[in-house]
Structures are given as structure tokens and as C-alpha cells.
């Protein structure tokens, strides 16, 4: 089973270019989420999607804006990148419930 | 406002030696408590949960938790550490209510040493 499929692994940027993070689950999950992580601060929530056709800002959205394509697809934009958003992305899928499956991560770094 | 704190960020321990990984949480209902393990260029995986019961619980690769209440706790706990532990821990507590929401910890980076 693929579960929760990101691409692409690993990413640098210039300052101001643009990029789109695609995320797909094979799991037929109504959430997906999508998350940064930097040292020491954890995983925090950028957006989610509580179900197909719905979009929600998280904890961290400024900077960035989301798709959800279908039930499989959630993809996150950087219209113009900045350093600050030099992170690592990881997106996660779940039922009804709490229990998040998360995908293997995006390491992206803007120059 | 709920959140989750892991007091220490770094342990290192020697193989074979007992481990326990601390986690406080802040949340006004009950809680919905979990561990992850993340491995160095992987993503998260789920090590055990609590919804409800049992506050002992027991989760994958020897690991278990225990949930006390009074002091808003879930700490990790494997009696014998193994090098392939050797990654990063988090903790996490789940919200209900509008959308099910996880909030982590800063994470513990485990080291071991032979």
C-alpha cells in the first residue's frame, strides 16, 4: 500500500519563484492536512481539508494557499517563496478520526 | 489553549538501557494522546495511542505509554533500547470539535549509543 504519496522529496528554490507540493492517499480519507517542520518547534499545521471540496487555514497558512483537487489530492502553493519558508512539508490523510497517516516529507529550501 | 510539551530535547542512552521519553499536555477535555517515531528522512509513524481505558497502553516495537491524569502526562517508556531506536519522538494530543486536529510537541531526539 502507498498510503500517503508526496512529491517531489526534495526541492531548492530561489527567492520569489513559485512551486506547488502535490500530495495524493490511496486510503480514501475525507482529511488531509498539510504541515511544516523546523527544529525544535514540532509540526505545525499550515491548512487542512475536512472533506472534498472544503479548505481551512491552520496554525502557520500566511505564504502559502492549497487545492484540494479531489478526494485522492491535496496540493500546497508557495506563490512566491521566501526563505522563511525553507522547511520541511509533510502531508497526512485521516478518516472520521484522530489518527493521522502521514506521508515521508518534502525538504524544501529557498535561497 | 491546548498544547503539548516535551521537556527534554535531546537524551542519549546506551543500548540495552531502559528509556523514558516525558510528555505534558494542556487540554481542557479529555484528551486523545499519541506517539510518533520519525526516523531521519522519513515521515511519521504512529507508535501508540490513547483514546480511552487502559491507561497503560502498548504500542508497536516494544513501546509503551501510560496516561495519568493528575499530572496531565503520557510518557513513553521501552525497557530495553535497541540502536534501530535511535530518531526523534513526538507527542501529540488530538482536539475534536470543527475538525480533528493534532497538536505536537517539539520533539525528543533520541540518540544511542553501542
Known amino acids: 500500500n502507498a498510503g500517503v504519496t508526496q512529491t517531489p522529496k526534495f526541492q531548492v528554490l530561489k527567492t520569489g519563484q513559485s512551486m506547488t507540493l502535490q500530495c495524493a492517499q490511496d486510503m480514501n480519507h475525507n482529511s488531509m492536512y498539510w504541515y511544516r517542520q523546523d527544529p525544535g518547534m514540532g509540526l505545525r499545521l499550515i491548512y487542512y481539508?475536512?472533506?472534498?471540496?472544503?479548505?481551512d487555514k491552520g496554525e502557520v497558512p500566511n505564504g502559502y494557499n492549497v487545492s484540494r483537487l479531489n478526494k485522492r489530492e491535496f496540493s500546497l502553493r508557495l506563490e512566491s517563496a521566501a526563505p522563511s519558508q525553507t522547511s520541511v512539508y509533510f502531508c497526512?490523510?485521516?478518516?472520521?478520526?484522530?489518527?493521522?497517516?502521514f506521508g515521508d516529507g518534502t525538504r524544501l529550501s529557498i535561497l | 489553549a491546548q498544547s503539548v510539551t516535551q521537556p527534554d530535547i535531546h537524551i542519549t542512552v546506551s543500548e540495552g538501557a531502559s528509556l523514558e521519553l516525558r510528555c505534558n499536555y494542556s487540554y481542557g477535555a479529555t484528551p486523545y494522546l499519541f506517539w510518533y517515531v520519525q526516523s531521519p528522512g522519513q515521515g511519521l509513524q504512529l507508535l501508540l495511542k490513547?483514546?480511552?481505558?487502559?491507561?497503560l497502553v502498548q504500542g508497536i516495537k516494544g513501546f509503551e505509554a501510560e496516561f495519568k491524569r493528575s499530572q496531565s502526562s503520557f510518557n513513553l517508556r521501552k525497557p530495553s533500547v535497541h540502536w534501530s531506536d535511535a530518531a526523534e519522538y513526538f507527542c501529540a494530543v488530538g482536539a475534536t470539535g470543527g475538525y480533528n486536529k493534532l497538536i505536537f510537541g517539539a520533539g525528543t531526539r533520541l540518540a544511542v549509543h553501542p
Open positions: 497526512a490523510s485521516s478518516a472520521q478520526t484522530l489518527l493521522q497517516h
Open positions: 490513547y483514546f480511552s481505558g487502559d491507561t
Open positions: 481539508s475536512a472533506s472534498e471540496g472544503t479548505t
